[in-house]
């Protein structure tokens, strides 16, 4: 085990994974996962699925390596690692694909084609699900907050045809179909818009099928879901406040003090995802429900970053794109330009991780209910 | 990443809730807590007969060589029943030092007796001017040909009435606030010049206020080395920061637990109040402070087990300054989610939280290990 975390961390230490951490904050509007030299990386170290089982195709890890590298992968990139089709589409194939839908998986893990799952509408209750595959084989309805949707060779569309809900495979250029970017907070658009106006579709492009309401709600949490690890994003986020504080910039009893509360609630952070992966590894109950969990992770990832944002002062004003356009270089310190991206973004990342329903209330009653806390969350996060 | 227990400390873990959960209710622990001594001498017996005297304490001392996550283990579950027998004082306190520092004839003299329960003691280091600085000391100890000679005063000793002897900070040399020239001394309870003020502390235990008006000792009396005492407060503070903390960890599970159990019967509006959002929050809160609590004192203990050094007192300061502030948040939520029986004396609620807010100033407050923390 130890020499797996040191061969993982010191492949990301090489000089490759520098460069590819530069590439992902440079403004080329390419993300780490799209960038094709990333990829390849990808294909060659079977790191396709790094959470997914043998049989799906990924490498069969234990919750342990599974951990480490998640974790490793954050402390190293701001970016996803992860393309799409393999955080969303891949794994919903696998649970609900049919025959078909499951041989799409060889495209998917070749890397080959580019996926979007297009699942969340306005509303979420399943009743209220309007994008509908009518008889005549037409598909109408609109989708919102569709991840990656832009880049899409390939839709794999949620909808509900009669009472069940199924899986359409769709390619994204399919007259009838019209994707509108979702500018986000940060000035990056990851999100989409998209409207189905009578698309034509056949019975072969149904992929697969959600028997129930309460696949469906699986689904949304799966989608929405962070993987283990995220404590690896904050402890960068901190390395970058400490470096502050320690250069004299902000330094101040205010700011050490703030710094060490961060510090000790990252360690607490740390402690309980091992707990969680050592429970999952012996199959005993997880001793913390994993959307609280994902809650705690992502209210102290936005307290790093507002003490960053606030060692910065001044500086985490200018707006880096519009400086960027100009080819200018950075006002006051690169790092101040990023650091008020990452807070936007780690905002954004709040706002999609509760789009399945509020992460407190699905803990609460987690909770409450006494129910074993073996639920759908920690399968998805450990399986 | 391994969480598990072994067996040896599965049994004793088990041992040690089983007592709590049968033998320890909480109208029978009031009475003992309003009784002369404050503690049951015969429960005190049982802990020595069930061995649980001797789990810090190496075999070769007469122990049975637990560690840290041992002491974990019990104190937790102390915590889940609001002890008061002196443990802590008696056990990892004053014998800790004697553990850490003390010669054969005095582990074989004191410790001895600690371990099968005939003999109580209590670790005097605190002063008034001196908060939590272990190394501000005004009390004084000079040589005189083969004794030493002892003037001061000491605050806020724990199990001072009922302690045999005492384990005794004082400045054998140095500047007042030196951590060179402190030592430690026994001093038995019925030394001349040594006098008490004894009185109950706010969470039901027992403390004294001691003067040393010219105590004298013999020189086998000193603990460890004369001068380089500090470092073995310091050890025995930390690992009495482990168990009050685990204590701590303890209180805030029957706290939280209590109160779901609570919310989900009390009916307002014609509902029970656990449907109401925001008090479902608030849960969702204590649980969360009680399992950050919870994994920062797993950690505090595997570093302590790994041998002392500024890691490990870095992980101590970090459990510390966790549990003063979710102690502080799970206590006062129980209070008020209980409403108006959260107050009540006949309720254990507001008992579990007096231990919690005793447990954040004991060995040094938020503030004070926040520093410590980002000094180390």
Redesign the interface.
């Known amino acids: 085990m130890r020499r797996f975390a040191k061969q993982s961390m010191a492949q990301f230490s090489s000089q490759l994974m520098q460069s590819f951490s530069l590439l992902a904050t440079k403004q080329t509007g390419i993300a780490l996962w799209d960038d094709p030299t990333w990829r390849s990386c990808l294909l060659e170290n079977n790191w396709v699925g790094a959470s997914w089982p043998l049989s799906w195709g990924g490498p069969g890890w234990t919750s ?1 390596q599974k ?1 480490r590298w998640y974790r490793a992968c954050h402390q190293s990139f701001e970016d996803y690692v992860e393309p799409p089709e393999i955080r969303d589409v891949g794994p919903c194939l696998q649970r609900w694909g049919n025959h078909r839908g499951r041989g799409l998986m060889a495209g998917i893990t070749s890397l080959d084609v580019r996926w979007s799952l297009a699942l969340f509408e306005g509303s979420f209750t399943p009743a209220d699900f309007a994008t509908k595959l009518a008889s005549s084989w037409r598909l109408s309805g609109s989708k919102t907050q569709v991840r990656f949707a832009l880049r899409a060779d390939r839709l794999l569309v949620v909808a509900k045809q009669g009472e069940k809900f199924v899986l359409l495979d769709i390619a994204s250029d399919t007259p009838g179909i019209e994707i509108a970017p979702m500018v986000g907070l940060a000035g990056d658009v990851t999100l989409a818009q998209i409207q189905f106006n009578d698309v034509l579709v056949t019975e072969e492009q149904i992929a697969g099928e959600l028997e129930s309401s309460e696949a469906l709600r699986q689904l949304c949490y799966q989608t929405v879901s962070l993987e283990l690890g995220r404590s690896g994003a904050i402890e960068r986020q901190l390395v970058a406040a400490r470096q502050q504080v320690e250069a004299g910039v902000a330094a101040s009893a205010e700011f ?2 703030r ?3 961060l ?3 990252l ?3 740390v ?2 995802e ?2 969680v ?3 999952s ?2 199959d005993v109950p997880s ?2 429900p994993w959307s ?1 969990l994902q809650a ?1 992770g992502l209210a102290l990832q936005l307290e790093v970053g507002e003490l960053v944002l606030d060692t910065f002062g001044y500086y985490a004003l200018p707006y880096p794109d519009e400086i960027s356009l100009h080819n200018e270089g950075p006002i006051g310190s690169s790092s101040g330009m990023t650091a008020s991206r990452s807070m936007l973004r780690a905002t954004e990342q709040v706002n999609y991780a509760n789009l399945a329903g509020d992460l ?2 699905i ?2 009653e987690e ?2 209910s006494g129910a074993d806390r073996v639920g759908m969350h920690e399968k998805i996060a450990t399986e | 990443m391994d969480f598990s227990f072994n067996e040896e400390q599965t049994l004793l873990e088990d041992s040690v809730a089983r007592f709590v959960q049968n033998d320890y209710g909480f109208e029978d622990r009031q009475k003992v807590v309003k009784s002369e001594d404050g503690f049951s001498t015969e429960k005190w017996q049982i802990f020595a007969e069930l061995g649980w005297l001797g789990v810090h304490f190496s075999e070769a001392d007469g122990g049975f060589g637990g560690g840290a996550v041992e002491s974990m283990l019990m104190l937790e579950n102390f915590g889940k029943g609001l002890v008061v027998e002196p443990y802590l004082a008696t056990v990892v306190l004053a014998g800790g030092a004697l553990k850490h520092a003390g010669t054969a004839e005095q582990k074989a003299q004191y410790l001895t007796a600690v371990i099968d329960g005939s003999k109580q003691a209590a670790l005097a280091y605190a002063e008034p001017q001196g908060r939590f600085n272990l190394a501000d000391l005004t009390t004084t100890a000079q040589k005189d040909g083969d004794n030493y000679v002892i003037n001061g005063y000491k605050a806020v000793v724990l199990n001072g009435p009922a302690a045999d002897f005492f384990v005794v900070t004082a400045r054998t040399s140095g500047a007042q606030r030196d951590e060179a020239g402190v030592s430690l001394f026994i001093v038995r309870n019925d030394a001349k010049g040594l006098s008490k003020r004894d009185y109950p502390t706010v969470d039901g235990l027992r403390a004294s206020e001691l003067t040393l008006d010219g105590v004298t000792v013999a020189e086998d009396a000193l603990v460890g080395a004369e001068g380089d005492g500090f470092k073995i407060v310091e050890r025995v503070v930390d690992d009495g920061i482990l168990a009050v903390g685990s204590e701590a960890v303890g209180c805030m599970e029957v706290l939280y637990k209590d109160t779901v159990e609570y919310c989900k019967t009390r009916e307002q509006f014609g509902q029970p109040i656990g449907k109401f959002q925001v008090l479902q929050h608030r849960m969702v809160d204590m649980f969360m402070e009680h399992e950050q609590s919870k994994s920062l004192m797993y950690m505090a203990a595997m570093r302590m087990d790994e041998g002392y050094s500024p890691e490990a007192q870095k992980a101590v300061s970090a459990f510390k300054v966790q549990v003063g502030k979710s102690g502080r948040f799970v206590g006062q939520n129980a209070v008020q989610l209980h409403g108006g029986m959260g107050m009540t004396d006949e309720l254990n609620i507001g008992h579990y939280f007096k231990r919690l807010t005793i447990i954040d100033t004991l060995f040094g407050n938020v503030d004070f290990h926040l520093k410590r923390f980002g000094r180390l």
């Open positions: 342990e951990f050490s003090s710094l060490a509360e510090e000790i609630a360690q607490a952070l402690i309980m091992k707990r992966v050592a429970a590894a012996t001793p913390i609280l705690q407190y209330d803990a609460a909770l409450l």
